[in-house]
């Protein structure tokens, strides 16, 4: 499965869109882009996840890139409840592991 | 639906003793999956089924061991625990079938203390 790049940390204002970018130059064409969150000591959470198509539901929007090399997660309008960490996570559609890297660190500040 | 459900929430172990972590998801997913969590760090695949019958190790899996006697279950034995497996254990399921690949479900966690 390609891995992924994302940046360790970032701040975000409560009522502002958070935009969590992560690269994956490596993906092939069968495999999904998925996000995965992590509150506080609790077991992780799906977000999204896509395969070249930008995708939407309650939580979250997935823009993935043409050439599929990046992709940007989009909390449209962040709350004190969206710190997390959050992961970005390339496997193929029966690929048997989400292999989880170091994710990104989401502080949201009132 | 339950979801994936983990027993117990907490333990403290001594070195040398062994138990076994209970893990039952509810929701008929094909894949299993045991990950731990040290302090700070990200998860770590310990041991993971795709179907009953089916295990096979993931990147730690040294000092565990699993087996997958149904679809529900998938417990997690450890043998002479030592402090070094001082962790969080999650176990988590996940559908995959007809070439289609659907979202993986985590329980709320084992926080393990081996001293």
């Known amino acids: 499965d390609a891995k992924t790049t994302q940046p360790p940390s970032m701040d975000c204002a409560e009522g502002r869109a958070a935009n969590l970018p992560c690269n994956h130059s490596t993906i092939s064409g069968n495999e999904y882009v998925y996000w995965y969150r992590q509150i506080h000591s609790q077991g992780p959470q799906y977000i999204i996840h896509?395969?070249?198509n930008n995708e939407t539901n309650e939580m979250a929007s997935l823009i993935i890139t043409e050439d599929r090399k990046s992709s940007t997660l989009i909390l449209p309008h962040a709350t004190l409840r969206d710190t997390a960490v959050y992961y970005c996570i390339v496997l193929k559609a029966a690929g048997n592991k989400l292999t989880f890297g170091g994710g990104t660190r989401v502080l949201v500040k009132p | 639906n339950a979801g994936v459900t983990q027993t117990p929430k907490f333990r403290i172990l001594k070195i040398g003793q062994s138990m076994t972590l209970q893990c039952t998801q509810d929701?008929?997913?094909?894949?299993m999956y045991w990950y731990r969590q040290d302090p700070g760090m990200g998860l770590k695949l310990i041991y993971y089924s795709v179907g009953a019958g089916i295990t096979d190790k993931g990147e730690v899996p040294n000092g565990y061991n699993v087996s997958r006697s149904t679809t529900e279950d998938f417990p997690l034995r450890l043998e002479l625990a030592a402090p070094s497996q001082t962790s969080v254990y999650f176990c988590?399921?996940?559908?995959?079938?007809?070439?289609?690949?659907?979202?993986?479900?985590f329980g709320p966690g084992t926080r393990l203390t081996v001293t």
């Open positions: 988590a399921s996940r559908a995959v079938a007809g070439g289609l690949s659907y979202e993986q479900y």
């Open positions: 929701m008929n997913h094909n894949y």
């Open positions: 896509g395969l070249k």
